[in-house]
């Protein structure tokens, strides 16, 4: 039977999810979640967490700590195991909660859950695959073992654009690691770490090893638990300025910190690129999740040659898209998360056509219930304009024409930020060359989306610190210990 919007919100589990059961926040205060495609209340209440709640979910993942880290590597595997397959089986509900609550069309929503519910899979695989080394020492009188041992209670906080993934591609590595863990989603989109946290007592994981603690105080929920030296680890994903407050934070005890922070994607279409498949990878890059990606291609770089195709072809694909409500049928593009961030993409808008941008298509607000953002397609924007180093998060395609290579990749690297980058050529040579220049931790090559739970996602520059998924993220909650064995 379909899951309808009344059922998945009367099923919601209540309370916080503290050392294997649910409890009301100790001031037994909630909180309402906004739906964005009306701006009207969903008429759930989320249980609203305070630092107190924050230490005894903290209290139960110490005293869990220990036991999570001595499991069998196979037995962390199968509960991730059957993690996975329990976010397949609740894909509906899943995907139902996120459209609701943040607002993206159902089929991107059952994309997620399909993209979100892989991370379980794939660390089911990798925690049984974590090995170290031994080697004679230099000297021949000792052995060197290299081995690790799990980093110890973390806090994973995340971003709403995301509700599963961001979530998934933490627990599933800290868990895999055998680390025990608090997890402070967005207050905008808790219903479906609700959800997500009903799968996980589901697949068996022991008390106290996963803890929910929603929150409309995540900097009173953050600074008590990073205060506390128990905590180990702190990871991050979300924007640059609450980054770099944690990291300032962590600083006091050392926790280690992990930080996928905000990009500005630039998309480059060289000359001898395949337009049509630029267009196709263009749409993606840019419209993946309305705009509202740290991955989002935030400023298009493209060759004089190819620049009047490429942008009327886009502009096209941009304009036949279908707004609304993401539970309606045959709706493409969601809303705007809230109506601040809406006002933020039409200020970025119009600075860049006072100062001589033009718009192909869109440009506007759309005046139906929610917030709307028409995709748009801005071209010949100057340089100065505030759109070409501001996360635009939002359903807007700036073009920048460019003249040569050189150009290109000191366009496309004048940012802060360096999270991904996507390039358009067909020639295999100049493909690897200029990819290797632009200054961003992932490039997409001839193609406009990279996220892959078996590769490492993550930023340089101001995009953060670490990666997650692939190999590289089950070490982001391992320590290296060392064990120095005398011979004879
Ligand atoms: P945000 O920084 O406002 O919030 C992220 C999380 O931090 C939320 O859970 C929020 O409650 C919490 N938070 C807010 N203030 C805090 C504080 N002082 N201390 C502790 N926690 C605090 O970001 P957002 O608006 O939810 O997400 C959008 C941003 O996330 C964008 O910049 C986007 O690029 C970035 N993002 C990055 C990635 C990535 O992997 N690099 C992925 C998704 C989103």
């Known amino acids: 039977m379909p899951v309808t919007e009344s059922h998945l919100v009367s099923s919601l589990p209540h309370g916080l999810f503290i050392d294997g059961g649910w409890r009301p926040a100790s001031g037994h205060s909630t909180f309402d979640v906004d739906d964005p495609s009306t701006g009207e209340p969903i008429g759930v209440a989320v249980a609203d967490g305070t ?41 509906d509900e899943l995907a139902l909660a996120m459209t609701l609550e943040m607002g993206k069309p159902l089929a991107e929503s059952r994309g997620e859950v399909a993209y979100g519910a ?18 004679v020492a230099p000297g021949g009188d000792g052995r060197i073992i290299v081995t690790s041992r799990p980093v110890g209670p973390a806090l994973l906080i995340t971003p709403w654009n995301f509700p599963l993934a961001m979530l998934t591609r933490k627990i599933a590595a800290a ?16 219903m479906t770490a609700l959800v997500l946290f009903e799968v996980l007592v589901d697949a068996g994981f022991p008390a106290g090893v996963c803890n929910l603690v929603t929150t409309t105080d995540a900097p009173a929920v953050s600074a008590a638990l990073l205060a506390d030296e128990r905590l180990r680890k702190v990871s991050f994903t979300g924007s640059t300025r609450v980054g770099k407050a ?20 630039p998309f480059v279409v060289l000359a001898d690129a395949d337009v049509d498949a630029a267009v196709e990878g263009a749409l993606a890059a840019k419209m993946r999740n309305g705009g509202e990606a740290c991955t989002s291609a935030n400023r298009f770089v493209v060759h004089r040659s190819v620049v009047d195709r490429f942008t009327d072809a886009f502009a096209t694909a941009m304009a036949g898209l279908q707004l609304g ?40 607000v759309v005046d139906r219930p929610g917030w709307c953002f028409e995709p748009t397609v ?6 100065g304009a505030s759109i070409l180093s501001t996360e635009i998060f939002g359903p807007v395609a700036p073009i920048v024409t460019v003249d040569d290579v050189d150009e290109a990749v000191a366009v496309a690297n004048d940012t802060e930020a360096g999270l991904v980058a996507y390039l358009y050529t067909r020639d295999v040579d100049r493909a690897i060359t200029v990819a290797e ?7 997409g090559i001839n ?3 990279v996220s892959n739970p078996a590769a490492p996602f993550g930023g340089i520059k101001s995009s953060g610190l670490g990666r997650e998924g692939g190999a590289e993220g089950v070490e982001a909650y391992l320590e290296t210990q060392y064990l120095g064995v005398a011979l004879g």
């Open 118 to 135: 892989e991370f379980f899979r794939w660390f089911s695989e990798e925690a049984v695959r974590i090995d170290g080394r031994y080697t």
């Open 447 to 449: 193609r406009g989306v």
């Open 437 to 443: 220049r632009l200054e961003a931790g992932m490039v």
């Open 325 to 364: 409500r993401g539970t309606d049928e045959g709706v493409q593009v969601g809303p705007i998360i809230r109506e601040a961030d809406r006002a933020k993409i039409a200020r970025l808008v119009d600075d860049a056509v006072d100062r001589g941008a033009q718009v192909v298509t869109g440009g506007s």
């Open 51 to 91: 630092a107190d709640d924050a230490r005894a979910a903290l209290d139960a993942a110490v005293a869990a700590q220990p036991g999570w880290a001595a499991t069998a590597p196979r037995e962390r595997s199968q509960m991730l195991r059957r993690a996975f397959e329990g976010c397949l089986a609740r894909a």
């Open 378 to 383: 801005l071209c010949d924007v100057p340089g």
């Open 175 to 190: 868990a895999a690691a055998g680390c025990t863990m608090v997890c402070k989603p967005s207050e905008l989109t808790p």
């Open 246 to 265: 944690l990291f300032a934070a962590a600083s006091d005890h050392l926790q280690r910190v992990s930080l996928e922070l905000g990009g500005n994607a």
